[in-house]
């Protein structure tokens, strides 16, 4: 981010866009040379998976149908839409808000632009951190309880963050960049738990797909959203304080799903 923001500000961002443009090419014989369909290509088992683990049956036919099926069904169940709701305010609070606009929030504080790109990509590096320990405390905790503080306490750090925003780093905005960064993926791991008891755990990987659907529609609306309110008001306040309380209410919410723990 921060190699990138330079590039941005000197030459242009055509400089910064042809950067990322290879950055994903590259990645293209990596995924296709390394990454495999599923563990029992490599004659493995999946984690956590018992000896006599068997494969699910492969769905046959159209996989568009199978998702339009699978949609169909999962939406008269209540889970779902919880699960959808709370993912799309995770979409609008993390690379729809934050993502977008912690950058220009900060330099509108005084932060030199690269500052505040070294601080976002230091949210990337506490996200992998805080994914991995979200899984281990999923394995072992309610995934509803988990769901409950990872929103509610974001809810509460989108309230701080317009006051300890400065022109250069404070102690606090620190505090809240390792937060948010342990915080912006950690809502991953139960919700993927919470989706396999939609429609069953064969189905848990489709209706992932659509609930994170709901992530990204949260996000483009946060992303323009945010803009629009900037604009108006002058500051980013007013679309942290929004935001903020829609991660507190989506906290309460997320208590109110059905969830079996499923055997070892």
């Not at 709901?214 to 483009?220: D, E, L, M």
Request: net charge positive; proline share 5%; aromatic share 14%.
């Amino acid at each position: 981010m921060p190699g990138l923001s330079k590039l941005a500000i000197d030459p242009g961002w055509r400089a910064s866009s042809l950067v990322i443009a290879l950055g994903a090419y590259l990645m293209v014989p990596l995924i296709f040379f390394f990454f495999k369909e599923s563990p029992q290509s490599i004659n493995t088992t999946p984690y956590g998976a018992e000896s006599d683990w068997v494969p699910p049956v492969l769905n046959k036919g159209s996989a568009a149908k199978n998702a339009i099926d699978s949609l169909r069904a999962a939406v008269k169940v209540r889970n779902f839409w919880y699960l959808t709701g709370s993912f799309f305010v995770c979409g609008l609070s993390t690379s729809g808000l934050i993502g977008t606009h912690f950058i220009p929030a900060a330099h509108d504080h005084g932060m030199v632009t690269v500052t505040a790109a070294s601080l976002l990509a230091l949210i990337g590096v506490f996200d992998v951190i805080g994914t991995i320990f979200s899984g281990v405390l999923t394995d072992r905790i309610d995934p509803r309880k988990l769901l409950f503080f990872y929103y509610f306490l974001r809810g509460l750090s989108l309230f701080l963050l317009p006051s300890i925003l400065f022109s250069t780093l404070h102690p606090s905005t620190l505090v809240f960049i390792i937060f948010y960064g342990l915080d912006w993926v950690a809502t991953v791991p139960p919700t993927v738990l919470l989706c396999r008891q939609v429609l069953g755990p064969d189905k848990g990987a489709v209706i992932y797909g659509w609930v994170f659907a709901a992530h990204q529609i949260g996000g483009s609306i946060a992303a323009l959203g945010a803009a629009l309110l900037r604009v108006k008001f002058g500051d980013y306040a007013t679309a942290f304080y929004i935001t903020g309380l829609l991660c507190v209410v989506t906290s309460y919410f997320v208590l109110q799903m059905n969830w079996v723990k499923e055997d070892k």
